[in-house]
């Protein structure tokens, strides 16, 4: 029986970046299901002041749906979704950037759900807090700051984090750029920043949210190396890979490698579907 996947998005994203790597595993044969977080998709607040012209007084001020939404919500949310999708067989959870923690969170909780996670470039805390490994070496080449350039209203006073993704500031473009999907066109880049949501919600997990290893350290895990990642370099996702092998020794990731920046495997998606399709090889089970 063919597995399906379950695709968890990074922060600021949504199932709609999804698009076309389901239409590669779609032509492969394989039935994915993209996820939207709550707070994110058509879930998500998008003002009028966000609009052009914009408002930027609105837009630093103006309430959003994601304020107060938790790890912990986002973690119920997904196991609902996990338990549908397991009444059809086995289930491959993909998660991409912040996504990890979310993904990290379900199989804590229910590992019963999930036959082998995927992550990609993606947050999978086991000795620290995500925000306690931004103080880390490993992550002294990313520029914090290039986010924060357009960052719109005070976090601790709108209960959420907002960017103005819409801003047309060349220095936060070229440092979104940079960060993301430097190996891309100016085009693929803006098309894809298009695709990004205004409004994040602020928690990313505690300590008692890191990679349990009675529970998620049960699941067959996949780390998918991205290797030209300047927001989480590979130094970091090494770093992850060590620490999870350490927690679980007997169960250690099975360690693959895609060239490109961290949005790229989602532009050119083809590469990223076929070694997927080897990993659903992996997870069939006899119908």
């Known amino acids: 029986m063919q597995p399906t996947f379950v695709l968890v998005h990074g922060a600021f994203a949504n199932s709609f970046s999804f698009a076309p790597l389901q239409a590669e595993l779609g032509l492969l044969g394989h039935r994915s299901v993209a996820v939207d977080l709550p707070g994110h998709g058509f879930g998500a607040t998008y003002l009028r002041s966000y609009q052009a012209p914009q408002d930027l007084g609105d837009l630093s001020t103006a309430p959003g749906s994601i304020k107060g939404v ?8 997904l196991i609902g979704i996990l338990e549908r999708a397991k009444e059809n067989g086995p289930v491959i959870l993909v998660s991409h950037s912040r996504g990890g923690v979310t993904a990290t969170a379900a199989a804590n909780a229910r590992p019963d759900l999930i036959d082998r996670l995927v992550y990609v470039s993606a947050w999978c805390p086991v000795d620290l807090t995500v925000g306690d490994y931004y103080a880390e070496p490993e992550m002294a080449t990313v520029d914090i700051t290039s986010v924060a350039r ?3 209203g005070n976090p601790a006073e709108l209960g959420l984090l907002r960017v103005n993704f819409r801003t047309a500031d060349p220095d936060a473009l070229a440092g979104w750029k940079a960060a993301f999907l430097a190996d891309g066109t100016d085009e693929e880049f803006l098309t894809f920043l298009n695709t990004f949501q205004p409004d994040e919600n602020l928690d990313a ?6 990679a349990q290893a009675a529970t998620w350290g049960t699941i067959p895990r996949t780390f998918v190396r991205l290797a030209g990642d300047a927001s989480l370099p590979l130094a970091l996702q090494d770093r ?11 169960n250690p990731y099975d360690v693959r490698t895609l060239e490109g920046s961290h949005l ?4 050119d998606p083809a590469p ?4 997927l399709a080897e990993l659903a090889a992996l997870t069939a089970r006899p119908a």
């Open 240 to 250: 992850l890979i060590r620490e999870g092998d350490a927690l679980t020794p007997d």
């Open 272 to 275: 990223a579907a076929r070694l």
């Open 205 to 210: 997990g505690t300590s008692a949210d890191r």
């Open 70 to 77: 938790t790890l912990a919500d986002n973690a119920a949310h």
């Open 264 to 267: 790229k495997w989602l532009t």
């Open 150 to 152: 357009a960052m719109a």
